[in-house]
């Protein structure tokens, strides 16, 4: 029964995205999205992923996703830089960080809570609350697939008591990936300017970057950057 449901879930998501592309591209130019907008524009093109829901959260979560992403495929949108957060006041020090390095086949399982998609780690029982939801990809496939694949999650080991750890999911922002640029220290927060990218394939990847223990409060700057193709 779950198979089906899964199945007709899926071909409902190709089925809206094939008519939204071919509706709405001819409704609207690049050219005339840029007048509008007054920004530099570009066709969206990314995936719609959710997984099948465990609790009435989750359902409410990945509908509210689908209501915010399907109707995007195949427009022209304008690049954003995204921050909710009031701009610092004190002058900015870098700070050093350092990527995680995860396997390929590692990611967060579909039944993940996006509601909250990243932050910092400041201790393990923290670390372990996102890392139990991280699954191997084809395991992730249970419709397809019988029994668990070699190459189980591994949870890396941190020294919390000499740093932090902050996370980004890549479908916080629906992102093919996502890279750190830079973290900055200010006199009362840590903000960290991450790209997520955007090309033809969706991912549920966790990202991680250490930095020097911090009790700070963590801020984000979303650059976001597309992959440029002819029209």
């Known amino acids: 029964m779950n198979r089906k449901i899964i199945l007709v879930t ?24 840029e007048q509008k907008t007054g920004k530099q524009c570009y066709l969206f093109k ?3 992923q959710v997984g099948e829901a465990q609790s009435p959260s989750e359902a409410e979560a990945n509908e509210k996703f689908l209501k915010d ?5 195949g427009t022209w949108q304008p690049i954003e830089t995204a921050t909710n957060q009031q701009e610092p006041v004190s002058e900015p020090r870098p700070v050093q960080f350092e990527k995680v390095n995860l396997h390929s ?22 670390f372990k609350k996102v890392w139990g939801s991280m699954v191997n990809a084809y395991d992730d496939l249970q419709a397809f697939w019988e029994k668990k694949h070699e190459n189980q999650p591994v949870m890396p080991i941190i020294d919390f008591s000499k740093h ?6 890549d479908r916080c922002s629906n992102a093919s990936f996502t890279t750190m640029k830079e973290a900055l220290e200010y006199d009362d927060f840590i903000q960290a300017h991450v790209i997520p990218f955007y090309s033809d394939f969706g991912s549920s990847d966790l990202n991680l970057w250490t930095i020097p223990k911090t009790e700070k409060e963590i801020r984000f700057v979303e650059t976001k950057e597309y992959e440029q193709r002819g029209p």
């Not at 932090?164 to 999911?169: E, F, G, L, Q």
């Open 10 to 33: 899926l071909l409902i998501v190709v089925v809206v995205s094939a008519v939204a592309y071919f509706v709405f591209v001819k409704n609207e130019t690049r050219a005339e999205c």
């Open 46 to 48: 990314g995936l719609c």
């Open 69 to 73: 992403c399907l109707p995007k495929i």
């Open 105 to 126: 086949d590692w990611w967060l399982k579909s039944s993940f809570n996006y509601s909250t998609c990243k932050g910092i780690f400041r201790n393990e029982n923290e």
């Open 164 to 169: 932090s750890v902050i996370w980004y999911a």
